[in-house]
């Protein structure tokens, strides 16, 4: 049993995939992302309409301690960005998996959302 939400997918760069009922996904980063690059105090992220290959890196978040790129973990066109972390990008630390979602991306014909890690493959290389 992992700690991480089961409904979710993973990339082995710590980004995790709503799916919804249509072609459109939400991206994050995990909590255990947000827990090792510390306060997020300043977000980068890709414009919409941009167009990103599965781990393209399409942004950066910088924290008091470092600044980590951002990657998509799957191809697609950027549909729209969280307007919340312009303000807020403290939000990504206290709610990963809520409020603290970074972009949505309207899904390639040949993404394949299986290719990524289940909760429970994810928590095994978080704690590798």
């Not at 760069?13 to 996904?25: D, K, L, P, Q």
Request: charged share 25%; aromatic share 8%; glycine share 8%.
């Amino acid at each position: 049993m992992s700690d991480y939400p089961e409904d979710l997918k993973y990339s082995s760069e710590h980004e995790w995939v709503r799916a919804g009922n249509t072609a459109t996904v939400r991206v994050g980063i995990t909590e255990y992302a947000a827990d090792q690059l510390g306060d997020i105090v300043f977000v980068s992220l890709p414009a919409v309409g941009e167009s990103v290959a599965a781990g393209d890196a399409c942004g950066e978040l910088e924290s008091t301690k470092s600044v980590s790129d951002l990657f998509s973990p799957v191809p697609g066109t950027v549909s729209a960005v969280n307007p919340l972390l312009e303000a807020s990008p403290e939000t990504i630390n206290s709610d990963p998996y809520g409020d603290g979602w970074l972009f949505e991306l309207e899904l390639d014909s040949d993404a394949d959302l299986d290719e990524l890690m289940d909760a429970d493959a994810y928590a095994e290389e978080a704690a590798g």
